[in-house]
């Protein structure tokens, strides 16, 4: 069943809700990840900093957590994860073209790409790279890129809020309020360190929303003033460093209200010092250690790795790569535009980790909530089923995750079908990578197949 352009990207376009930091749905959606869970934001909001904490209520103690700062700034060895999410649902079928393919001219007589156009992908004769996404083939000829090339899971859901629900609570449960990444963090994670589970962006990540940890997010690295009403430069410093010596003064306090409050104000300065020197006025003070492209996703990416280099104890992370995938229109341009920007900071990223040492602690996978319908619509694509993975890092296999199925078994909607699920990529990064029992992080995944991910 085709469906209504303006309806999806209605759905799509809703702005997140006032302060919650969670998207806002159409009725009959299910609520995000982290819904209903207790949040506590610890008065650290500004243009470039909000440090909004799921599971605040429950930290154990704040000199805790500046000991694992110090711990970490010796030498962490702890695998980490970061997501980057390709909002909208990305064409797979233009990320790897599959020019060879009898059919592809026949469904796609105007976004077809020319045979030649971009850099073959060795793995399948019948697919290429399209040319934006030239970064991500040199990777992938490098052996760091493991490619899935149709990832999804039965009986797809077309709806943006449902599948990219699905995709951040790692079931096909509506009704999940955890995010997977966030059980992840409950196994593997601590309850004083809110930095362990990071989204790069002003708003919590639904994938973090952790049922006892804390996870935390922040804009961009550099950017670390906090808002003190009234005050600006070193009086607001001073603000914030007094603020939590009250707040260490009365940690022990009989009274559970003034105990919180004096966990809020302590941590708070802890956080301050834990990432004041990656940033001062609002600019960068660290170099990268590759040459990126401009805009934010890039300075995230950048910011990202300079905190990893600077020892801060974070275990997963999650970004939105730039542009909305949500390709019903203009697809040829757009579609190249947002994709060449990603690609690039990607590659960016990947080589500045290598040159900080860091690259065999960190692997990078890119998702979006589903790929787009086979046959074009005129100028674009609409929502389908089983879309494009990616998995970057210098430890990855490198190799292919299912298989191309073919344009001439579509299902019957007309969508890509799925040959890979994407909660078996989620069990092996749980199990191989970070060495817990997916069957604890990931409910009903139990009967689906794990692929290899690691060399």
Partial sequence: MAHDPRACCTEHGRAARAGAGLPAIEAGMPDPAGTGLSRRSLLVRSAGLALSVYGAGRLAGVPAFEEGIAQA?????GSVLLTVFLDGGADGLSVLAPVSDADYRKLRPNLAL?????PAFAEDERLMWHPSAAPLAQLHGEGKLTVLPAVGYDHPDQSHFTSRHFWEVGALDPTLRTGWMGRLLDRIGTPDNPLQGLSLGSQLGPALAAGANPVAAVDKAEDVGFWTPGTCGVVGDGVVDGFAAVGRDHLGSGDVAVAQ?????????????ALAPLGA?????????????SGDFAGRLAGFAAMLAAGLPIRCATVSAPGAYDTHADQTENLGKNLRSASD?????QRDLEARGLADRVLTLVWSEFGRRAAENGSGTDHGAAGIGL?????VSGRMIGEFPGLDRLDDEGNLRATADFRGLYGSLAGDWFGVDPAA???GASGIGRPVILR
């Fill in 261 to 273: 409050a004096a966990r809020a104000a302590a941590f708070t300065g802890a956080v301050s010092t």
């Fill in 441 to 443: 992080v990931l409910p």
């Fill in 114 to 118: 020319d045979a030649g156009a971009g």
């Fill in 391 to 395: 998995l970057m890092g210098s430890r």
């Fill in 281 to 293: 006025d609002g600019k960068p003070t660290f170099t990268p250690q590759a040459a990126y492209p």
């Fill in 73 to 77: 700034a010796a030498g962490p060895d």
């Fill in 345 to 349: 900071a990607l590659l960016a990223f």
